[in-house]
């Protein structure tokens, strides 16, 4: 009787214990490498956290308590606790690389011999758009473009939907001519000489300026090689023009 007793007391506390939340710890490796931050959860409970660096865990669990472990590029794994997890509150997991097959490509349906000259021959080839082997029928497939800068681009269509936006190169070449030209500094040309005499004649200078009619050809030089001289004798001003003649002769009598 004492002997029922105590099997029914040790069950009863095996049950409380086994029910009881217990830390277990371990750690998450792969192919003998510590796996970092990689998902653990308890998913009876939804309590969890992830791997440190060096691929260690720690987590409250009990007996039945399913515990999830799942990182990309792995297998999600998923182990239930027992009462061996328990008592020793360790549990390694080991994950399997996740490794994604991909459908094989068919290279080519053609039936190769292994001899590059026969296979060239049979192996069918497609020219798209223009048969470039032949530049007369190119030239001749090319849309003409009038030689005309100011042309609206016309586009044309191929029988294949591509889209082809011809070119007018003969335009543009002339446009960046121009602009090139437009660049370079224009030279300055030199400006006219503008002698007295195509202002006055001899005479007004002599009888309205008041030069002596022997120092007439010495007060053109001396006019003609004053700095200010030309500038006023292109002035519009006939006036400005006749206060400055004036002047001169008062300087040239100076001298």
């Known amino acids: 009787m004492k002997k029922r ?3 029914i007391v040790l069950l009863y506390a ?3 214990w086994s029910q ?3 830390l277990i710890q371990g750690v998450v490796m792969s192919n003998q490498q510590k796996l970092s931050g990689v998902h653990v959860l308890n998913l009876s409970r939804q309590e969890g956290g992830i791997t ?4 260690r865990y720690q987590l409250i669990a009990a007996a039945g308590d399913t ?4 990182a990309i590029q792995y297998v999600t794994k998923k182990i239930k606790i027992t009462r061996k997890e328990l008592m020793e509150e360790r549990l390694d997991v080991l994950l399997r690389e996740n490794v994604n097959e991909l459908d094989p490509v068919l290279l080519s349906d053609q039936k ?4 590059l000259e026969e296979d060239a021959k049979n192996i069918k080839t497609y020219e798209q758009y223009f048969p470039l082997w032949n530049a007369e029928e190119v030239i001749r497939a090319m849309p003409v473009v009038k030689d005309d800068a100011q042309s609206p681009v016309k586009n044309q269509v191929f029988s294949d ?3 082809a936006t011809p070119l007018n190169f003969i335009a543009i070449g002339k446009l960046v001519a121009g602009f090139v030209k437009k660049k370079k500094k224009k030279k300055k040309r030199p400006k006219k000489f503008i002698p007295l005499s195509a202002i006055y004649d001899k005479q007004f200078v002599i009888h309205k300026i ?3 009619e022997g120092e007439y050809e010495s007060f053109v030089s001396y006019i003609h090689s004053q700095p200010g001289t030309q500038e006023v004798f292109r002035h519009p001003d006939q006036l400005i023009v006749l206060e400055y003649c004036i002047k001169m002769a008062a300087h040239y009598r100076k001298q």
């Open 20 to 22: 009881e939340q217990h």
């Open 67 to 70: 515990l999830s472990f799942s």
């Open 161 to 163: 939907g591509t889209v």
């Open 14 to 16: 095996v049950q409380v």
């Open 52 to 55: 440190d660096e060096y691929g």
């Open 5 to 7: 007793i105590l099997f």
């Open 112 to 115: 190769l011999s292994g001899q």
């Open 210 to 212: 008041g030069i002596p």
